[in-house]
């Protein structure tokens, strides 16, 4: 039941427009892990050299949805139900990965943490946790391998 | 030294290429708040016949963003520096209207709070807290009219 | 089956030995809203004269959970899901005063926000949002009277 | 100028009466990660045989803090800006773990991150993150071994 980062690449990005705008990759799913990238582009620019908030929020979002899916399969409608990003440091003109993990897979909720990074640096840009409410038909079903 | 809301929406659409991108309007700028609305557009869908996550979230951002304009003038280097958002009710295919209003003016923290709605429902859609760092020399000069 | 101030104070005095110990105040109960009082006690004190950290998130705490019991009655079994606290000034050794309403009394989750202040000012000491997770007995019956 | 996991124990017991009547211990501060305990006790519970929501912030507060006062030495004005807490859990009647670590040691906020467990078990309780304000004076100065 669980998905492969090219199948769940492929369902974000028939799902949510704005993905595909963004060009966005899912690098990496593994065990409740995703990783993606939404590589760099002047559209995505804000003041000061660097990327918009909202960008690292859509990364950050993404990232937890992937994670989520490639542990749950294909269901759509799982759905963001808190996030808080706290912004550590602007990343110039980069690429923007984002490195989500899900902490705790429980009945209602999903619970995840995400780092961001850029590909210029080992630091974090960012650092977001967030939850995801589950569909009732799928808080019966849902395991990690492993957590 | 504070911004008209026509002001805000020229500076936000010509520094922030998303804003343009999503055909951002600043409705209301008036002493430490701000209203801005994303229309309605495909682009902006997720699964569910819902406007997707980040959307909203760009919409809160911005009106935090613009409501500080608004209260401090034309400083482009104010940054988010934290964002926390519950999802409330899943809007349908409407406009995202975000009220935003700054709870505190600081020396080197602006706090503010955005109620997110749509254009179909006086319920909330979403709510969002957040603080945007301050340039240190604007600490010293920024005052609201009242709050 | 909403519940008056007094019965509020007497049910979380009660259930909680740390309100008791606080000697913690519901001060008023209406219509979705609570506001508490947390005496001035040197107990509570930090560093630089003024109340520690967690005692303010005690006090938003209490004022969601009086918030909901004065909403929904007597169910002890409303837990905390999220809590998200910004601080904007320290208090005084002074009180502490927690203003809770409810943003949304959903199916699963009640959303609700609190204004801290301290007797000594009106500005805000800190402001908080909030979850709390509901029973699932208790989803189909809440309602506020207005919201 | 860092400190130990008894001089840090110390100060906090010493400067926070409420650390003091918890028992607070702090068991291992190390590079920018302390682990603090508090003992379970009869006056921490809630309804449902568990330990109250405060306690669980107040341990998370109190991680942050040891970890920072391990990193960067006996500096007592370092408060709370920003906490954020996701309650997954509900601890039976047992000691509460916080494993506190700094995400980012910046120049005016300090970054963590907060796993908090019980001597039960080696799920979450709950997880959080917040930020520290640091004094001007301290900015310039601190530094992690590593991070």
């Known amino acids: 039941m669980s998905l492969s980062a090219m199948q769940v690449e492929n369902l974000i990005r028939q799902w949510i427009p704005m993905a595909e705008a963004m060009d966005l990759k899912v690098e990496r799913i593994d065990n409740g892990h995703a990783r993606i990238r939404i590589p760099f582009n002047n559209k995505n620019k804000r003041p000061g050299g660097t990327v918009s908030g909202p ?78 409410a589950l569909p009732p038909e799928l808080s019966s079903q849902a395991t990690l391998g492993t957590s």
């Open 55 to 132: 960008v690292l929020m859509a990364a950050a979002d993404t990232a937890m949805y992937a994670a989520i899916l490639g542990a749950v399969g294909e269901v759509a409608m799982v759905v963001t139900s808190n996030l808080n990003i706290n912004f550590m440091q602007r990343p110039g003109q980069v690429d923007i990965i984002a490195e989500g993990k899900i902490l705790k897979l429980g009945k209602r909720l999903a619970y995840c943490e995400v780092d961001i990074f850029t590909s210029a640096s080992a630091e974090l840009a960012a650092h977001v946790t967030g939850s995801y």
